[in-house]
Nanobody, 121 residues
Framework: VQLQASGGGLVQAGGSLKLSCAASGRTFTVGWFRQAPGKDREFVATIGWSGVSADYADSVKGRFTISRDYAKNTVYLQMNSLKPEDTAVYYC??????????????????WGQGTQVTVSS
């Protein structure tokens, strides 16, 4: 399975971006993580295979929405009300055999290359 993340860019605080994670093969749970310079990679959001279960980090809850399009085999992360502290490289990741949501990076088998999100103040 290969994952291709896209949609990052430069946006002003309060603006919006929509990230996409396109998969080449079958994926189950898909998550988004981010890593800012000098910081550890952190969980952002995840969506289960059914598309019903989702989980968000407290820092993005109410501002970010994760969704998936089965026909396009793509997972999206709609990011609204962006803040400078959201600046990071965003990675999508997929679990190879489980449809349950998880916040743990080590439970994801496949990773995309990352897309830069920069929020200016």
């Amino acid at each position: 399975v290969q994952l291709q993340a896209s949609g990052g860019g430069l946006v002003q605080a309060g603006g919006s971006l929509k990230l996409s994670c396109a998969a080449s093969g079958r994926t189950f749970t898909v998550g988004w993580f981010r890593q800012a310079p000098g910081k550890d990679r952190e969980f952002v959001a995840t969506i289960g295979w059914s598309g019903v279960s989702a989980d968000y980090a407290d820092s993005v809850k109410g501002r970010f929405t994760i969704s998936r399009d089965y026909a396009k085999n793509t997972v999206y992360l709609q990011m609204n009300s962006l803040k400078p502290e959201d600046t990071a490289v965003y990675y999508c990741a997929a679990r190879g055999s489980s449809g349950y949501v998880s916040r743990r990076p080590n439970e994801y088998n496949y990773w995309g290359q990352g897309t830069q999100v920069t929020v200016s103040s």
